[in-house]
Nanobody, 114 residues
Framework: QLVESGGGWVQPGGSLRLSCTAS????????MSWVRHTSGQGPEWVSA????????YYAPSVQGRFTISRDNAKETVYLQMTDLQPEDTAVYYC?????????WGQGTQVTVSS
């Protein structure tokens, strides 16, 4: 199970940190990603981190503004988002995958507007 938190409303240029806490599986064995979904455009992959936390990847649209990290002792993955813009408005989901096993969170809404 994956449970996200930390979403909310923020003005353009603001920051938020999303958290996703895992339970029921060996978290450190799973690569984790954040995926966002907007009603008009469908899903967009945002960022990923490997199980050990040594490798990170970002979509060009968030590179330099978002930072993914994880704390395996706390079984939690984070997405620090800075300089948020209206186009970042979406439901953000965390996703864990290892070979053929995958988990999705329920999503957390991020709204960026003035």
């Amino acid at each position: 199970q994956l449970v996200e938190s930390g979403g909310g409303w923020v003005q353009p240029g603001g920051s938020l940190r999303l958290s996703c806490t895992a339970s029921g599986f060996t978290f450190s064995n799973f690569d984790m990603s954040w995926v966002r979904h907007t009603s008009g455009q469908g899903p967009e992959w945002v960022s990923a981190i490997n199980g050990g936390g040594t490798d990170t990847y970002y979509a060009p649209s968030v590179q330099g503004r978002f930072t993914i990290s994880r704390d395996n002792a706390k079984e939690t993955v984070y997405l620090q988002m800075t300089d948020l813009q209206p186009e970042d408005t979406a439901v953000y989901y965390c996703h864990g995958i290892r070979t053929t096993t995958a988990y999705w969170g329920q999503g957390t809404q991020v709204t960026v507007s003035s």
